[in-house]
């Protein structure tokens, strides 16, 4: 299966060619292309200097439009599965062909998961992850429990819906949609490593709680009627209600939460 491995990268210059330099060594049938979304430091001259295969972007598109630009690569050249790989060095590239397996086996979206035989552990993130996973169950009926790994596969034919669609974000909210739409998904336990460099935006309490609430409030949005939420009996859901019959509570908290300290 003609596989490729999308990685994008912003400010990246610690991290991004031993993350490329693993993935070459590791003796995987894929190919790779490096996303440069015009990072301010010299990651650009590491990939040049260094004769990586990537593109470069002349503005920063963010995530969705630098692994956006890594689908319509793949769609271009004809590529079967596409996978999202970090180019901070958190993804581990043998993993990499037991997601590959389960695209060839039929599924269509194959998620890297760490809480596949592991169990979560307790913090503001996970109980975000944790209420994440039960919407995504409430409206899809499907178990996700790791919803916001950035480590998934897809196959051929969702290569060319998320290369060219707006609004496929390499979000949870996203995940919900295809999965609503019929698409099969699965996880794959995978181990997941510290950040090589840099640090994730989502590290504080407050980064993390509007990260949730703008999922939910997508997921909502888009894929829920109203109706269903009066019925549920577990606390996760008894929350999530509260949530969405109460959405100014949620746009008036949010710019407020942005505040706390991260």
Do not use: W
């Not at 912003?10 to 015009?38: G, K, W």
């Not at 295969?53 to 963010?62: A, K, R, S, T, Y």
């Not at 209420?131 to 919803?147: F, Q």
Request: aromatic share 10%; net charge neutral.
């Amino acid at each position: 299966m003609k596989t490729l491995v999308i990685i994008p990268a912003y400010n990246e210059e610690e991290s991004i060619l031993r993350v490329v330099r693993n993935l070459e060594n590791a003796d995987i049938d894929c190919d790779y292309v490096v996303i440069n979304d015009c990072s301010k430091d010299s990651t650009g001259k590491i990939l040049d200097d260094n004769n990586i295969n990537h593109i470069d972007l002349p503005v920063n598109l963010g995530l969705t439009g630098a692994v956006q630009t890594g689908y319509k690569y793949a769609y271009y050249n004809n590529y079967d599965a596409a996978i999202q790989f970090d180019g901070d060095g958190q993804h581990l590239p043998e993993y990499i062909p037991g997601l590959v397996k389960e695209i060839e086996n039929g599924y269509d979206i194959v998620i890297g998961s760490r809480f596949v035989d592991e169990k979560k552990h307790f913090s503001m993130r996970m109980l975000g992850s944790r209420i994440i996973t039960a919407m995504i169950k409430l409206t899809t009926g499907a178990t996700i429990n790791d919803p916001t790994s950035g480590m998934r596969i897809i196959n051929k034919e969702l290569i060319k819906d998320y290369a060219f669609e707006l609004n496929r974000k390499p979000e949870p909210d996203t995940l919900a949609f295809q999965i609503k739409k019929g698409y099969k998904a699965k996880e794959v336990q995978v181990k997941m490593e510290d950040r090589l460099a840099g640090t994730s935006i989502y590290t504080g309490i407050g980064s993390s709680i509007q990260y949730m609430l703008k999922v939910l409030i997508t997921i909502k949005t888009k894929h829920i009627k109203r109706r269903n939420l009066y019925n549920s009996s577990t606390p996760y859901l008894s929350f999530i209600n509260l949530i969405y019959l109460s959405p100014n509570f949620i746009y008036f908290f949010t710019p407020i939460i942005s505040l706390l300290p991260i």
